[in-house]
Structures are given as structure tokens and as C-alpha cells.
């Protein structure tokens, strides 16, 4: 129970630390220290799924004459890593104020190739997309005056403009979309909007994150299997075991030790620097938390209204109600039953279930006879 | 009972609307319930729209506040994204100032992880001049 000793007086030296260990321009390797799993884990977790990035989201076909399909080549385009260069001014495409789309929700990405007369292939490449603003207007961009495509990335200002393709590979073409063989044309119109991995795996920003702890198994959050009769002897050592001291042979197990070293690598696509990610990553974990945050104070400034599952009827036979504070909670189910028809036109993550939409109803009608009202407590 | 529920939604609606709760009756999602059953200082929380993410760094930083007898989430069912969290205090401290003081916890404990990161990184570019991590 000792509250704050974690960040002890000489704040310094007692808080989480950070050393990094390598980098390039797609990787960072660094270890955090004096964190709990807890905090790492869920950093990793937003680095996986929930930083805003830019991705081809609708593609109008204008004409399709090679061998893909409509929808095979709109996959394709949408895999396409664009550039995420100043994503935290544009906004969700379902927020902004606009009808349909417009320049600060979405970034219109045109392609037009063809092969008229050539025995060869024509290829197609990502860096064949140009922009235009939503009224037609081409873009001018400052792509091509970039030096080489090799240290594209070492800094966020040699990004692209923003939703232009990130284009990574020496000759300068970034990713194949398809070939045209003589006679066959493929002219699209791609619209690219903000997103998170967690609606689709295209607006990832990170091709992986390793996550390490306890390279010695120290903590003995793992059992080795084995074969014959050692699992050290069948096993290869960590990358990180000089990281950390190995167990002498004769010594006890220490139960209660915490993992407090952390070993990540953080690798991104190419869309964000490394660095970046990390920085978006713990701003949306903060955001999510004044979200929270800001949804208590709301909410509990109006009395209980925090309890929308009340009903009077039917408590779900829990631990004995007060009385007086359960008659004013209780009573302010309108405010509740007006809210539900919201929760049924939430489309912010675009897979809200139906049975959301169904048992968000019946929260403003039945009160406690509910699944979630009762859930056990 | 379905008639029921809609002549009571209807009812809500307009009701909810003269209140006043913010013009933008669509934006307005309610992501933070209390369960019924709750006092106060024993609750259990539904969030809606969270997962692990949230849930276990919450749980840790509150499970430090030497004020909580019981903190733990869970997730009911993984196709729904709900997120269920109780708290049960010793005495008679508050379980909303617990949780208040839990999320602004972990708001500052991100911030100091942001700044050694920041520090680290520049202290790397400084040292490494030919691989400089990005800014």
C-alpha cells in the first residue's frame, strides 16, 4: 500500500526511464524502465490500434480494363501507406460539418494509366497516384523535389504532404497496384480519410511492435517446454539477456518481483515517424482518459444520473439499496431513454453491433432487466 | 413491451431535449454508466467503446490508492465492446473521487513517460549525429 513511493520525492531518478537503444529510420529499439506491465502493455496496444492515420477509403472506378477486379484493386489501394503529415488537423470524415466530403476531412488521390501501345507490361506504381482537392484542383507537391528516396523519412518534415503516397523503395516507384497489358486502362478516383487500425487494419501506422520483459524468466511468468531433460539447453537465449542480471543457480524464487524492464521495438510502415508513433500513442491513451474523465464530471455534476439502468421495478436483487439516494437516481430515467436513440446511430467505429442498438433501447424502457444490469454484482 | 419501450423513448426524447443537454443531441454518447446496485462507496462502472487497453492500466493505477479494498474490470462478452470495472473503498471514501483521482493518475504518469521518451530521443540525436531518430 505505499501510494506514492513509485514516484518518490527525487522525481528523477525514481520515475519510469527511457533508454534507446537503436534506430533507423523505421525502427525505434528502446527499453522503458520502472513502468508497470500495465502502462506498457496498454501503450503497445494504442500503438497497435487506435493512432489516426490516412487511408484510401472509397474508390470511385471510373474505367477497369486489367485483369484485377473493382474490389480487388480498391483492397489494393487502400493498403496503400499514405502520409500522415499534420493527421491531427484533418478531421473524421463522419464529424466534419460538410456534406459528404471536403478538404479537411478527405484527401482525393487520382490515378490514370493506360497502356496504349507497349509489348511490355506497363506496371503501375503508388507513385502514379497524384492528388487533387475535392473541387478538382491538382496539388501541387513537393514530392518530387525530394533528394532520394533512401533517408526519406529521417525527419517528420520530409514526409510528404499530407495523404501523398509514402514512397520507401530506392528506385523511387513505392508500392506495385497492378500491370496493364497492351489495350487495358485503369483510371480510379481514390478518397483517403482518417482512420484507426481498429475499423481496419489498413490505417495501422506500425508494422510491428516487439515487447519483451524477464529475459531470464525470473519471474517465472513462463514454463519452458522441453524435450529431453534442460530447458535452458533447448532453448535460444533473449536478444536482451545482457539487459539483465541472470538468477544465481542456489537462489529461492522471489514470488513477489513485479516486471518493471520493458524491451520494445517499434517499427512503423513508413506513413509516421517511429518517434511519432510513440508521441501519438500516449496522447491518445491521455485523450482516451479525458474522455472518461470528462464523462464522470458531466455526469455525476447532475446528481446520479450516471445510473441509465435503473429501473424501480426491477434491481436485479443486488446489495441493499439506499433508498434515498437510489428514489433521485432512479427517477431521472428520461434523461437516459433519450439518449439511447444515439447509441444507435453510433457509427464511430462502423461495426457497432445491432444488438447495441437493441439493448441501448431497451435500457430507456426496462430499466434493470437488462443483461448489463445484471451482471453479477 | 415493445410499445412500451417506444412510448417511452418517445416520452424521453422530448424531455431530454428541454433539458438542454447540449445542442448536439446526436454527439452526445453516454460511454460511462453505473451499474445498478452501486453506492457510493461501492460502484461498478460500464464503459463503453473500451477494452484491456484502458481497463488494466486503470485497474493498476487504482489498485495503488491505498483507499481501495476491491478494484477489478472485466469484459463481458469480446463481440460487445463493453468494459465493466468495480471499485469497493475502505471507510467512507468517495468511489467517484477514487476513480477521478485514478484517470488523472494515469493522464500524469503518461505525461512523465512522454517526457523521459523526449529526453532520451534527444539525448540519442545529440550522440548519434549520423542516425538521428526522427523528431
Known amino acids: 500500500m505505499d501510494f506514492n513511493t513509485e514516484y518518490g520525492v527525487d522525481g528523477e531518478d525514481t520515475g519510469p526511464r527511457v533508454t534507446i537503444r537503436r534506430t533507423n529510420e523505421t525502427t525505434i529499439d528502446f527499453m522503458l524502465s520502472s513502468t508497470s506491465l500495465s502502462l506498457a502493455n496498454s501503450l503497445r496496444r494504442t500503438m497497435l490500434a487506435e493512432i489516426p492515420t490516412i487511408a484510401v477509403d472509397l474508390v470511385e472506378i471510373e474505367a477497369n480494363t486489367s485483369v484485377l477486379a473493382d474490389e480487388f484493386l480498391a483492397h489494393r489501394l487502400g493498403l496503400i501507406p499514405l502520409s500522415t503529415r499534420n493527421v491531427e488537423d484533418m478531421i473524421y470524415t463522419r464529424d466534419c460539418t460538410c456534406e459528404e466530403f471536403c478538404d479537411n476531412c478527405a484527401v482525393i488521390l487520382r490515378l490514370h494509366a493506360a497502356n496504349r501501345n507497349s509489348d511490355e507490361n506497363v506496371k503501375v506504381f503508388a507513385k502514379d497516384l497524384f492528388a487533387e482537392t475535392v473541387s478538382g484542383q491538382p496539388i501541387q507537391d513537393a514530392r518530387y523535389q ?25 528506385k523511387g516507384n513505392g508500392s506495385l497496384i497492378c500491370q496493364l497489358r497492351r489495350g487495358q486502362e485503369l483510371r480510379v478516383r481514390c478518397i483517403a480519410k482518417k482512420g484507426i487500425a481498429k475499423e481496419h487494419a489498413k490505417w495501422a501506422p506500425t508494422a510491428a511492435i516487439g515487447f519483451e520483459y524477464d529475459p531470464h524468466n525470473k519471474l517465472r511468468h513462463t514454463t519452458l517446454w522441453y524435450e529431453g531433460t534442460n530447458a535452458k539447453e533447448e532453448w535460444p537465449e533473449s536478444k536482451n539477456k545482457d539487459w539483465e542480471e ?3 543457480d542456489g537462489e529461492a524464487f522471489r514470488y513477489d518481483s513485479e516486471p518493471t524492464q520493458f524491451y520494445v521495438n517499434l517499427e512503423g510502415t513508413g506513413v509516421m515517424p517511429p518517434d511519432q508513433i510513440l508521441h501519438a500513442g500516449i496522447k491518445t491513451l491521455q485523450q482516451k482518459l479525458a474522455t472518461v474523465i470528462q464523462q464522470l464530471s458531466t455526469t455525476t455534476d447532475s446528481g446520479h444520473e450516471l445510473n441509465g439502468a435503473a429501473g424501480d421495478a426491477g434491481m436485479g436483487g443486488m446489495s441493499p439499496p439506499d433508498p434515498a439516494a437510489n428514489g433521485t437516481a432512479y427517477g431521472n430515467q428520461t434523461a437516459y431513454g433519450g439518449q439511447t436513440p444515439a447509441y444507435a446511430q453510433q457509427t464511430a467505429y462502423g461495426g457497432q453491433t445491432p444488438g447495441y442498438g437493441g439493448a441501448g433501447s431497451a435500457y430507456g424502457g426496462m430499466g434493470g432487466a437488462t443483461p448489463y444490469g445484471r451482471s453479477g454484482y | 413491451m415493445a410499445t412500451d419501450g417506444d412510448h417511452e423513448m418517445a416520452d ?9 443537454t447540449s445542442g448536439d443531441f446526436v454527439k452526445e454518447k ?22 484491456h487497453t484502458l481497463g488494466n492500466a486503470l485497474r493498476y493505477m487504482i489498485m495503488k490508492n491505498p483507499d481501495v479494498e476491491f478494484c477489478g474490470y472485466s469484459i463481458p462478452h469480446p463481440s460487445e465492446t463493453v468494459m465493466n470495472l468495480r471499485i469497493q473503498t475502505w471507510d467512507n471514501v468517495s468511489v467517484m473521487d477514487v476513480l477521478k483521482r485514478g484517470l488523472s493518475d494515469l493522464a500524469d504518469l503518461c505525461d512523465v513517460v512522454e517526457d523521459k521518451f523526449t529526453a532520451a530521443r534527444d539525448d540519442f540525436n545529440d550522440s548519434h549525429p549520423d542516425r538521428v531518430a526522427t523528431k
Open chain 1, 146 to 170: 525530394r533528394n532520394g528516396a533512401v533517408d526519406g523519412l529521417s525527419s517528420s518534415e520530409e514526409l510528404p504532404p499530407r495523404g501523398q503516397p509514402v514512397i520507401m523503395d530506392p
Open chain 1, 246 to 248: 541472470p538468477a544465481p
Open chain 2, 12 to 20: 424521453a426524447t422530448a424531455g431530454a431535449e428541454a433539458n438542454g
Open chain 2, 30 to 51: 453516454q460511454r460511462l454508466r453505473l451499474l445498478p446496485g452501486s453506492s457510493d462507496t461501492q460502484a461498478s462502472f460500464a464503459f463503453e467503446k473500451e477494452d
